[in-house]
């Protein structure tokens, strides 16, 4: 079956543009993770939705970043005003109603220059 | 605070031995283990996961991981590596202490089989 994707896979900013990435989980499931990793490090939280509610955004570095999940499927994490340290690959992972196990997407490569 | 400890960057091992990738946790409640593993340009693949039960657990690929309560290790293994192993390997914990649903990772260690 399909697996959670991400789109784009590779964005390209200029400082202090507004970017916008997708990610499509598996179908049905109702947890659904953002994380950050940064070049030759692990992956870190940055927000968890349960369906449409927004339970855990934590790991947000800055009020310029922002998730939505409007219906509970499809979710997008916004960055506004972007900066170089947002330069990192953005992984979006899903997982089925009481399971512990998370499946990740490709990630979206974010540079900015 | 939960952190996962991944003492080694590398590891090298030459196909058809055994392998081993460590993993060293720290959290306030009881853990929930994983590990996960990246090839280039990919994202994370689920390998392998101790919830509660038997200690050695299998998963993917003929690796499998044994959970030490007592070392607060969780080290993965593998009895014959292939060459096509190579990858980043990441460890990872969810602190069930905390209520959190989230994962914290290591920061992971590159196996290289050499044929």
């Known amino acids: 079956g399909a697996g959670v994707s991400q789109s784009p896979r590779y964005k390209v900013a200029k400082r202090g543009q507004d970017v916008a990435l997708r990610c499509d989980p598996i179908?049905?499931?109702?947890?659904l993770f953002w994380y950050q990793q940064a070049l030759g490090q692990g992956p870190e939280f940055l927000t968890y939705f349960q369906n449409e509610a927004q339970l855990d955004k934590s790991g947000l570095p800055s009020d310029r970043f922002f998730a939505e999940r409007p219906e509970g499927s499809v979710s997008t994490l916004k960055i506004q005003r972007t900066q170089q340290e947002d330069s990192a690959v953005y992984l979006c992972?899903?997982?089925?109603?009481?399971?512990?196990?998370?499946?990740f997407g490709p990630g979206t490569r974010l540079t900015v220059l | 605070a939960q952190s996962v400890a991944q003492p080694e960057d590398q590891v090298n091992v030459a196909e058809g031995n055994p392998l081993t990738v460590k993993c060293t946790y720290s959290v306030s409640g009881n853990p929930y283990l994983f590990w996960y593993v990246q090839y280039p340009n990919r994202g994370l693949q689920f390998l392998l996961k101790y919830i509660t039960g038997d200690n050695l657990v299998k998963g993917s690929y003929g690796f499998e991981a044994e959970f030490n309560k007592s070392q607060t290790s969780f080290h993965l293994k593998k009895p014959s590596a292939l060459v096509s192993d190579s990858a980043l390997y990441f460890c990872a914990v969810r602190d069930i202490g905390t209520g959190a649903n989230n994962l914290f990772f290591g920061t992971g260690t590159r196996l290289t089989v050499i044929p």
């Open positions: 179908s049905g499931h109702v947890s």
């Open positions: 992972a899903s997982a089925s109603s009481g399971s512990n196990t998370q499946y």
